[in-house]
């Protein structure tokens, strides 16, 4: 059963990068037809789907986001990382990643504050 885990700062002040890391265990991010998605959820409102990196390691983003994102991996280690360029306060949100937007991280929560 695969399990994914969210790693990452808490806190990152405006203007700044923020990156995470998602570590996968119980399946390898080279299998055939997966895809890594990252998403988040903002206080208050509904779920944003931010990009994804496939087996392969073919990237696609957000339109909305694509200039301030970038996902990469490693996998040497089955983990796939997201950068989020040029933050602000509105960055602020319960950060998954998940397979296939099927599998799902626990979340991690960052907060964009001076």
């Known amino acids: 059963q695969v399990q994914l885990q969210e790693s990452g700062p808490g806190l990152v002040k405006p203007s700044q990068t923020l990156s995470l890391t998602c570590t996968v265990s119980g399946g390898s991010i080279t299998t055939n037809s997966y895809y890594w998605s990252w998403i988040r959820q903002p206080p208050g409102k509904g779920l944003e789907w931010m990009g994804a990196?496939?087996?392969?390691?073919?990237?696609s983003y957000s339109p909305s986001l694509q200039s301030r994102t970038s996902i990469s991996r490693d996998t040497s280690k089955n983990q796939f990382t997201l950068q989020l360029s040029s933050v602000t306060p509105e960055d602020t949100a319960v950060y998954y990643c998940?397979?296939?937007?099927?599998?799902w991280g626990q979340g991690t929560q960052v907060t964009v504050s001076s």
């Open positions: 990196i496939t087996y392969s390691g073919s990237t």
């Open positions: 998940t397979r296939n937007c099927v599998d």
